[in-house]
């Protein structure tokens, strides 16, 4: 949620803010808005909307520091008034995150004669700030943190002081130096081409940014050295390089996602690792666990997992896992799915999990994410930079790093097994996204009141991505069922004005699923099919509006090529019907709230 960008010691702050916040528009787009410092005065401009709204405004700032912010509310509807930055004569502040006790300090605050222009809960941090202020800018920052509770990001300007600082707990918070300037942003991707190298806050550590020098202090006040290290080589590369939109780009790139997350596996030595710590620890269950996509992939690797392994496998959602007992205890492997690796109910699950004594593995797209430091082991997800709402790539780098964290636990020639399928998943997913033709698919789906997605074994998970993906940019209602549930209430759903998405790629399972889609049509319903070459009964071809075949890809890969279909088919029903795929309404990349 929300993406915050702040710079001192440069020429013109407004440029580059305004820069970076393109960078991290899809982490929200509500609104916009960037403070400047410019000769003691601080001066801000923020719209509802998208961050192009202020490129009138900012060519008209002037100051060598200042902070940014592209939003996703949660406190206050999108509007001006509840944009950030929230300003004062003295402070301007950006906030990503959560205070969970705003109405406490906001009664508190009104009480004392403060006066509130905006309906978030990100206010009271510069009224806080007014209010300890008594001219040592540390200490008031120190006493207003000490009074915040929830997660927060924060990046300060003060008109007396000639450059921001920077707040980091249980929100993602990235800072860095270069040419005698410094920077802080939520994400990597933004301060690319801007440092030379980045740090990455821990929690509860606040970063003061003068020029090109940055020193840093815990929340008490005690001196603290973090280390620099290069901007990593794979968040360099941005940019759409010819494609119309990021989500079809991706799509494209699922292939490379595959490749090179089967080599980083290989190259940090998980197998090792991992075969090591099976041996020493004897799990007895595992519990995969994520949201969303994350969950989908989770949910999927189950399917082979308990079979390889012989003991009970479960993936769960994290917003539910965190909040209940569980018995995920020292004899648990807990895998713990995050494309981010900020997602607030996958890292909080993480904690629970490893408080309770369970072996917490991190499956990740993000290195240097919240999640791997709560990890006692990282596997690697090498999709490189995701930066479409809906993920994609990721999902299919998620698909194989779980089969190869499965195939390390079952034994060397599990392993063996698990490597080759991956390695030739590569060249089929490549097919299936050059193969698939999906403009007929997607007019159905356009013209249709709801959508619905079934499948029967892996293809169950894989009809709940498609479903998903679908509705994430489109905007069709429809969800994705178990095949054999159809007659359990679903049914009730079709008529003339839905269409029902069979996924087929099990092949003992093959006739069963045929049969559901029979159900449908001879009850007034539509359907379409998308299936392994040769799996599903051609009887199937007359009778659905559309045919859609992928490689037969067998074993636990098999979600990462049946996907392509679906994830292009949500693609071109989005753009046919108008819609931006890659910032769908009300969503954002993040998920760093509850």
């Known amino acids: 949620m929300c993406g915050i960008i702040a710079c001192a010691g440069v020429k013109c702050a407004a440029k580059l803010l305004y820069g970076g916040l393109e960078d991290l528009e899809y982490r929200g787009y509500d609104s916009a808005g960037i403070s400047v410092l410019d000769k003691g005065n601080i001066v ?20 060598s520091a200042g902070i940014g912010h592209t939003r996703w509310a949660t406190h206050g509807k999108p509007s001006d008034a509840n944009a950030h930055p929230h300003s004062s004569d003295r402070f301007s502040v950006v906030h990503n995150g959560i205070i969970e006790n705003y109405a406490q300090l906001k009664g508190e605050l009104a009480a004392e004669g403060a006066a509130f222009f905006s309906a978030t809960d990100s206010e009271v941090v ?9 001219g040592d800018l540390k200490e008031a920052v120190l006493c207003t943190v000490e009074r915040l509770k929830g997660a927060f990001a924060l990046c300060i300007l003060c008109s007396e002081y000639e450059g921001f600082v920077a707040v980091r707990y249980r929100n993602p918070l990235i800072v860095g130096e270069g040419g005698g300037a410094s920077y802080a942003a939520s994400d990597m991707p933004a301060l690319s081409g801007l440092c030379k190298n980045v740090a990455v806050l821990q929690d509860g550590t606040v970063a003061f940014a003068k020029g090109g020098e940055i020193s840093f202090c815990d929340f008490k006040g005690r001196p603290l050295s973090l280390t620099f290290a290069p901007v990593p080589a794979s968040v360099r590369t941005r940019g759409l390089c010819g494609f119309p939109h990021y989500m079809i780009k991706e799509i494209n790139e699922i292939p490379a996602a595959v490749k090179n997350t089967v080599a980083a596996f290989e190259e940090q030595g998980c197998r090792q690792a991992l075969a090591r710590t099976a041996k020493r620890r004897g799990f007895s269950q595992v519990v995969l666990c994520g949201c969303g996509t994350a969950y989908n992939s989770a949910l999927a690797a189950t399917y082979g997992a308990e079979e390889l392994l012989g003991i009970p496998v479960r993936a769960e959602t994290a917003g539910e896992f965190r909040y209940r007992q569980t018995s995920a205890g020292a004899g648990t492997l807990f895998v713990a799915v995050s494309q981010s690796g900020e997602t607030a109910d996958t890292v909080e699950a993480a904690r ?29 997800v090498r999709a490189g930079t995701e930066v479409c709402v809906a993920a994609t790539k990721s999902y299919c780098g998620q698909i194989a790093a779980l089969a190869l964290l499965f ?18 998943a590569v060249a089929m997913c490549a097919k299936a996204i050059s193969d698939c033709l999906s403009e007929d698919a997607a007019r159905a789906c356009a013209s249709s009141s709801c959508v619905y997605f079934i499948g029967r074994g892996t293809d169950y998970p894989v009809a709940l991505e498609g479903s998903l993906k679908l509705r994430e940019v489109s905007y069709i209602p429809g969800e994705g069922y178990p095949a054999g549930e159809l007659k359990h209430g679903t049914l009730a759903l079709i008529d003339g004005s839905t269409l029902t998405v069979a996924v087929i790629t099990q092949r003992e399972l093959s006739e069963k699923v045929a049969s559901a889609v029979e159900q449908i049509c001879s009850r007034g319903g539509r359907a379409g099919v998308v299936c392994a070459e040769g799996c599903a009964p051609a009887s ?8 859609m075949e992928v490689p037969a890809c067998r074993g636990m890969l098999s979600p990462a090529v049946a996907v392509i279909p679906l994830q292009l088919l949500a693609y071109r029903t989005a753009v046919m019907l108008g819609r931006d795929p890659d910032k769908p309404r009300n969503l954002a990349k993040s998920v760093t709230v509850e």
């Open 126 to 134: 510069v009224r806080l700030l007014e209010k300890y202020y008594r």
């Open 540 to 547: 199937l071809k007359g009778r659905v509006e559309f045919f």
């Open 352 to 380: 629970a999990a490893k408080k309770s004594g369970a072996y917490v593995a991190a499956v990740t797209n993000v290195p240097y994410s919240a999640l791997t430091s709560v990890a006692d082991i990282v596997i690697p």
């Open 407 to 424: 195939g390390a636990l079952g034994g060397a020639s599990q392993y063996k097994k698990a490597m080759r399928d991956a390695c030739g």
């Open 44 to 63: 801000t401009v923020k719209r509802k909307g998208r961050v192009c709204e202020l490129k009138p405004l900012v060519q008209k700032l002037c100051g």
